[in-house]
């Protein structure tokens, strides 16, 4: 008979949901720790392999979060054990910087002052054509006119140039209006 190395007992927990819970968190916490070590430039820039990969995942993953049970009940315990431990982990990152850079990451300098970081875009796995391409996406015909281009921690490159200051010069006629949260001292 032959028995899998990777396999746990659960039977501690006496509660199927809470093992549906237990199950539901070491995948969570797996996947963030897997997309952490294979980089993050994946993520704000999928391909359709990346995208295609993400649904497979999700799909091996499934069974490893409920087991044998398939219900409604079992399914939404499941979310909701992802849901509070997604709010419990921004909130645990939002007060805690070094633990925020472990797990995010650091924001990572690619072009300063129209020279290429090269050290740095191989650290990142970013290739010249990717930072031409998000050159020109940011309006910036020529890498050498960017006075600063970063990789940020959600995986976007951001770009900065004399072009941005010509441009940032132009009154809009909408007003913007802030969406986000504001947290009151």
């Known amino acids: 008979m032959k028995t899998c190395l990777l396999s746990i007992d659960l039977s501690f927990l006496h509660n199927p949901y809470g093992e549906i819970v237990f199950r539901a968190l070491a995948v969570y916490i797996f996947i963030i720790v897997a997309i952490r070590i294979f980089g993050k430039k994946e993520l704000a820039q999928l391909s359709v392999t990346d995208l ?3 649904l497979l995942i999700s799909n091996a993953v499934q069974n490893a979060m409920v087991g044998p049970d398939t219900s409604l009940t079992g399914g939404l ?3 909701g054990a992802l849901f509070a431990a997604n709010y419990t982990l921004k909130r645990i990152l939002y007060k805690n910087n070094k633990l925020n850079k472990l797990v995010q990451g650091e924001s990572i300098l690619l072009i300063y002052k129209g020279e ?4 740095n875009c ?11 391409a998000a050159s020109r996406e940011h309006g910036v015909k020529d890498i050498q006119h960017v006075d600063l281009a970063m990789l940020e921690v ?12 010509e441009r940032s010069k132009i009154e809009f006629s909408k007003k913007h209006r802030f969406k986000g949260r504001v947290i009151k001292s």
Not at 116 to 119: D, E, N, S, V, Y
């Open 116 to 119: 290429i970081q090269m050290l």
């Open 77 to 79: 315990v499941a979310a």
């Open 122 to 132: 191989e650290k990142a796995e970013i290739s010249l054509e990717e930072l031409e």
């Open 154 to 165: 959600d995986g976007n490159i951001s770009i900065i140039s004399n072009d941005f200051k």
């Open 52 to 54: 295609v990969f993400i």
